[in-house]
């Protein structure tokens, strides 16, 4: 972890370039580093996946209204400094990447993390091995 999931209104796909933001916060999340410059979130395990609504409805339901909910699942046992640091980052990254949209039309944004023990996770794939020591 971290695992993030980009949800988006889908009338935000001709102007949003999403890959790019996806790609913005992969880079956001392996550069956080703590006090000792020790990775905070390991490069193997950070994901960032996007998901357009083609359904929605967005305050008053008007169709040029769009909405952006970036969520965060990290794990448990990092330091509440280095969360809200990461947080705060990736939300710059975020309001940088859609300022022009922001400028332009009605946007909202939220970016979430969410911290926790889950019930059940089960991990098995051949990335962290590419990122071992680095």
Known sequence: MPHVV???TANL?????????????AEV??????????????IGGTRVLAVPAAQ????????????????VRIARGRERALV???GE??????????ADLLARRALGI????????PVFDAK?????????GR
């Open 124 to 132: 098995h794939g051949t990335l962290h091995p590419l990122f071992a």
């Open 56 to 71: 929605f409805a967005v305050a008053d339901g008007a169709p040029d209204r769009a909405f952006v909910y970036v969520n």
């Open 13 to 25: 796909e001709p102007d949003a370039n999403v890959g790019a933001l996806c790609k913005a916060l």
């Open 29 to 42: 999340l392996v550069a956080q580093r703590d006090a000792a410059g020790a990775r905070v979130f390991p």
């Open 6 to 8: 980009v949800q988006y």
């Open 84 to 86: 809200d640091a990461a």
């Open 110 to 117: 939220t970016l979430q993390i969410d911290e926790g023990a």
């Open 89 to 98: 980052a990736m939300m710059a990254a975020v309001r940088a990447h859609f």
